[in-house]
């Protein structure tokens, strides 16, 4: 399960966006966040990626 967050984030003339994905471990079961921020056309394939 995965998802992004609303609001994206600007540095001067660049439009970046932040990706939060929940991730399993598969030693503990544990569930785990992994943050990102990126090129709003990256999102999707961070998101894909297991």
């Not at 966040?33 to 297991?50: A, C, Q, T, W």
Request: glycine fraction near 4%.
């Amino acid at each position: 399960m995965a998802k992004k967050s609303v609001a994206s984030l600007q540095t001067g003339s660049k439009r970046l966006s932040k990706a939060i994905k929940m991730v399993k471990s598969p030693k503990t079961g544990a569930y785990t966040f992994v943050e990102s921020i990126m090129d709003p056309s990256k999102v999707k394939d961070f998101l894909s990626k297991k």
